[in-house]
């Protein structure tokens, strides 16, 4: 449909993924958002579901990168600012008090540090293919264990898309961020 990295994340995960958090009046930007999944469990659970809009007609604190041109439209369609189609190519100077994102499992690690070279100390909670935790073949990956020893934390998942939209067997954990 969208390509073989698109797995659209379920609410329960989403769940997860923001327990805890205060999320109401926040800067929130989903760097690989996909069709708006994240986005829109937050719209659902806080006041963005009845909030204010842009001048332009979007969710004004409700931030979108996607590379897919098909779903940047259905992003902006949901009113969603979609602010830049390549998050690794990103180099906005803008301030977001969350980074939440699911990105694509196969480079995992080049987004999370992606994410916390611009985070300007928003807290990063982050899906990744556990193998990303576990098998360190790449300098990527063991600045990002180096990073999560320093400034974060790992929950395990488990395999939360076996019956996802595109079902995948493969083990996710939760990475958080957060530099204090």
């Not at 949901?78 to 196969?106: A, E, H, R």
């Not at 909670?125 to 935790?133: A, F, I, Q």
């Not at 063991?142 to 929950?155: A, D, F, N, P």
């Not at 083990?171 to 961020?177: I, K, N």
Request: proline share 5%; charged share 25%; with cysteine.
């Amino acid at each position: 449909m969208f390509g073989t990295q698109f797995y659209p994340t379920p609410s329960a995960i989403i769940h997860d993924m923001v327990a805890g958090l205060d999320l109401n009046h926040k800067r929130i930007l989903d760097p690989q958002a996909g069709r708006g999944d994240i986005l829109d469990y937050i719209k659902e659970q806080t006041r963005y579901g009845h909030s204010r809009h842009g001048s332009d007609g979007s969710l004004s604190d409700l931030y979108a990168i996607e590379k897919d041109p098909d779903l940047r439209q259905v992003l902006t369609g949901k009113g969603y600012k979609v602010i830049d189609s390549d998050f690794l190519t990103y180099t906005g100077q803008m301030y977001f008090d969350y980074i939440l994102m699911n990105p694509p499992f196969k480079d995992g690690a080049k987004h999370l540090l992606k994410a916390w070279e611009i985070s300007k100390g928003a807290i990063i909670k982050c899906l990744l293919n556990k193998e990303t935790m576990t098998n360190e073949y790449t300098e990527e990956r063991r600045q990002l264990k180096k990073l999560i020893e320093t400034y974060g934390s790992v929950k395990e998942l488990g395999r939360p898309f076996l019956r996802a939209a595109n079902p995948s067997p493969v083990e996710v954990v939760l990475v958080t961020l957060q530099d204090t």
